[in-house]
């Protein structure tokens, strides 16, 4: 049980790592869109590679950090039963929602954009706007990440939901514990 609970401390900790690294996008995208704004209503100046940039740069964030997303989980849940509901029917409830909803979904995201992410990566596709920015094949390539990132951080939801239904409940990390929603604004930058 040590190791799993290992496994899962570790994908925590790249889900932390590569969320806590691109959120600073978000300050990017932000001076980007500035600088964009002013440009064009002030000095009536416009690059479209800038335009891309901003817009790539929101993708990449999103699809990077959506596993971190769930690491604290930040993403959209029914809390009607869920919240007052004990540990272990959170467990279970996670345990069966990782291998019935999240793993085929994300299965089923790397399926389909397998093909378009080799397919741009074969011919270097690049922006459709004229004088737009080149490597959008790098982008494309997110949606892998996205898929594998979320899969591996499902992975550690269910770990501890085994860890807790075998009574091993002591063994979860902290970052992922039940009831610990600001686990993670506690913990020092760069734990698990």
Same mark, same amino acid.
């Given at each position: 049980m040590?190791?799993?609970?290992?496994?899962?401390?570790?994908?925590?900790?790249?889900?932390?790592?590569?969320?806590?690294? /691109? +959120?600073? @996008?978000?300050?990017?995208? !932000?001076? =980007?869109?500035?600088?964009?704004?002013?440009? &064009?209503?002030?000095?009536?100046?416009?690059?479209?590679?800038?335009?891309?940039?901003?817009?790539?740069?929101?993708?990449?964030?999103?699809?990077?950090?959506?596993? /971190? +997303?769930? @690491?604290?989980?930040?993403? !959209?849940? =029914?809390?009607?039963?869920?919240?007052?509901? &004990?540990?272990?029917?959170?467990?279970?409830?996670?345990?069966?929602?990782v291998f019935l909803f999240l793993l085929p979904f994300t299965w089923v995201v790397y399926q389909y954009s397998m093909p378009f992410v080799v397919r741009a990566w074969s011919y270097r596709e690049a922006s459709a706007n004229v004088g737009g920015m080149q490597g959008l094949f790098i982008l494309k390539t997110f949606i892998i990440a996205f898929a594998v990132l979320l899969a591996l951080q499902g992975l550690a939801m269910a770990i501890r939901s085994i860890l807790v239904l075998s009574g091993n409940e002591q063994l979860v990390p902290k970052s992922i514990q039940y009831g610990s929603d600001q686990a993670l604004s506690d913990l020092p930058k760069g734990a698990a």
């Open positions: 040590r190791f799993l609970a290992g496994i899962a401390a570790s994908i925590c900790a790249v889900n932390l790592f590569i969320g806590r690294t /691109f +959120a600073w @996008l978000s300050l990017g995208i !932000v001076v =980007v869109c500035f600088t964009v704004v002013v440009q &064009r209503y002030l000095f009536s100046v416009s690059h479209l590679w800038m335009q891309d940039l901003y817009v790539w740069l929101n993708g990449a964030m999103f699809t990077a950090v959506a596993g /971190f +997303a769930l @690491l604290r989980n930040d993403h !959209v849940r =029914v809390d009607i039963f869920y919240r007052p509901a &004990r540990v272990r029917t959170k467990a279970w409830s996670d345990l069966i929602g």
